[in-house]
């Protein structure tokens, strides 16, 4: 596969020219109006769960192929789950196995499974820009949804980190948002912060050591922070960061212990922010490395929410790129 | 994951305060009243194999998970396929290949399936005690059914095999049972023993070398046969277990061939036997090694049986733990 | 798994007494009555395609064990959507993952799978004849497919192929059609061969050099072709073979470049073809080795159609053998 650029204006292909949601490849490219509709149609799967039928017929015929270049059991299997609720036929590929090793190309692969009459893509893949190169080259009726690519992107995770937020603080004007960890090789944080702009969020921060941080990370419009101390002062939101070990080719950290004594979330730190900050984290948590057991663990922490409100995330994703919002059908 | 204890008065968490079922961790902790209704709803279910739509809707829109941290595919499967003929949405997850290798905590792992709002987990596991674990730290909202922990139990097969020897032989009080072979190693045979003890068996049987018996087996109210043609002999129901090679680290037995001459069952030995004795067999079954091919092929044979009936029994744990009888819904 | 003979006796076997479909095993022992049902069958599904709902309840509750004893990801996800399709609950089993590793025989694990009251095993092995061997060997209600046995058949594509022609074609008497490469080592190829003479089709060529040819080909009534600019000439259509790699252990070819020159279809050897030629490849593609890139994605090549038509053949003939046609049900 050749490497494909990942440009400004091609993310406006997420768009139909009426201004629906056709993909979802990147926060960039989306605006507002779309982000409220994401979350407000969330809002309707979220009361589901508590159903005794957690599933609706929306997505009845529809078929969905998960497709892993890049193992994720846990994301896929959130997709997955999403997609039964909405009676979807749900097909997984883990395609490291298929027969893309048997010389195909991934343009073949893909053409394939379109001819099987797909309606949409979920796309988990260790290069950036993946899932926008499948977008721009699938046929018109499908829909393509990043589940992560390489460090450019997550859009779900950070969609699903908004409406915590929201549900919790209504106003993002006021909000003082802080971003811990491993800035440089987190996708989550990329879509995190093209978030929290597009809602006006009221200040971002990214805390990190410098040998973590991309260069030019101010012109997101962010505030840097070094020292966590700081950081997290009179924050309303501190999200940590996993730190991901597996990226992490060379010492740019000194050890674990010292990384979580420099930028691990503690609670004597905890107390310096807002009383009624939420602490965040996309999961799994290495714990005490990113956060120690107490806060994870604590009353402020939203871990486990996250989870559950990913899946009337994407469950609103899925059903808004094929035309079905929560409220309109049955 | 620490070692929980596996004691005698937590299993009662099996059940709810009013008595229903709730969690199916092992066969101690149950009842005779419950037992009844296990075998009785599975036999509600055992008339839908013969129907041109083998399904019914009484799971629908519940979420079950089948986590397995050991390889099964035999077990998976049927719970898979109990699940989807009680029309749940099934997800399977091998969870050795995780993100509990990314550093999460066994607790970590549940607590996120849970927060997807799950109803069941069905774990098979091996350590013993791990589903027992697991139910005491999951939401009071989901159920646990152990598919087999450790040398511990294997609740669901002791189930199925006493709603096989029901469907023959009606009265227990009445029967002499063997259980001929590999106790030591055997979650099967303990869960059968505690089975067998609770339905009044009239004379429940181990047969089986020293070194292949537990120590103080007898207090389970057993008798210990060490030559097979002794043990068998005027038997009702001979169950002969699976030699566990896979998990025979050691030499604890001569040979297979020797093994086989010593304990395995022939046409010979079955003569000795009530004429009538049913022949029975957790399989996979190696043949030529605990048992003759004509004798697991031939007429007393109930090892496919036992298999069609583990269907029924899971459809049966499964409504019954999240709180639909069979014969009560549509 | 003792070796089966594969004779032309057996394969009669496919047709029940009253001669409706009850197994497909090979074009062999199917008549063109048979041929045709499936065709309009097919014809029926593939309108679901442009349906808003692609799925109809014509197998709801049936179970459908997908048996992969070899690796195909692609044919393993067709039929498990195609069953979906048609609302059947769907099992896949990677045999070689499973308990016939822990010593149990192919038999005992079929036996065990149909007494959870299966309906259909779809069998995927790579030995020729396993399917029959399969089908001789299961309980009278359940059906087999054959999804691709050794060297021996792989009927759903050879049907796939044959709907395709006709849907651009119609009259299989008046054509000429050139299967071109790898004929030794194809499955494909021999089913191919069988369906075009089913169809009475004017003239079937096969071109390859002789190490890729089997013995008495012309026995099957194709003509043989050594020079595929001579083979391809004025032919209505050209079924280009995948070259094997897998399976050609020994230096039967020169090198990939050196086949391509002799044996790929470019597009001047396509111009000396009838000029309205169909190009069809089962796929995937070895672009550059049997088939130029520019051929593979040019006006004539049906390749992504035969995709999208193997779906409704594969609706099409597992409805049939479980009793239900497309056209008279709900």
Do not use: W
């Not at 998960?66 to 299997?77: A, G, P, Q, Y």
């Amino acid at each position: 596969m050749t490497r494909p650029q990942v440009g400004s204006l091609a993310v406006n292909q997420q768009l139909t020219p009426d201004g629906k949601l056709k993909h979802l490849l990147s926060i960039e490219g989306l605006n507002i109006g779309i982000l409220n509709e994401i979350l407000d149609t969330a809002e309707s799967f979220s009361s589901i769960a508590n159903q005794s039928v957690k599933k609706v017929p929306l997505l009845r015929g529809k078929t969905i192929f998960n497709l892993f270049f890049e193992d994720s059991t846990r994301t896929r299997t959130t997709f997955e789950l999403a997609g039964k609720r909405l009676s979807a036929d749900m097909l997984s590929m883990n395609l490291k196995a298929s027969s893309t090793n048997k010389g195909e190309t991934l343009l073949d692969t893909l053409n394939n499974l379109q001819a099987m009459y797909s309606d949409m893509f979920i796309v988990r893949h260790q290069d950036s820009g993946a899932a926008q190169f499948i977008a721009q080259n699938v046929a018109p009726h499908i829909s393509v949804i990043n589940a992560g690519d390489g460090r450019h992107s997550h859009p779900t995770q950070a969609l699903l980190d908004m409406f915590t937020i929201r549900r919790h603080k209504q106003d993002f004007t006021r909000l003082r948002v802080a971003i811990v960890g491993d800035i440089l090789h987190s996708r989550v944080a990329r879509s995190q912060i093209h978030a929290l702009n597009m809602l006006n969020t009221g200040e971002v921060r990214v805390v990190a050591p410098r040998t973590l941080l991309p260069a030019a990370i101010e012109n997101l419009g962010v505030n840097v922070y070094h020292d966590i101390d700081a950081g997290v002062k009179d924050a309303d939101v501190i999200i940590m960061l996993r730190l991901q070990k597996e990226r992490m080719h060379g010492a740019l950290i000194p050890s674990e212990n010292e990384y979580f004594q420099r930028y691990g979330l503690n609670q004597r730190r905890l107390k310096l922010a807002d009383k009624k900050a939420l602490v965040m984290h996309p999961g799994p948590v290495n714990r005490g490395v990113e956060i120690s057991s107490a806060v994870a663990d604590g009353p402020q922490s939203t871990i486990l929410e996250q989870v559950s409100h990913g899946l009337a995330v994407r469950m609103a994703v899925m059903s808004l790129c094929l035309g079905s919002s929560g409220g309109q059908n049955e």
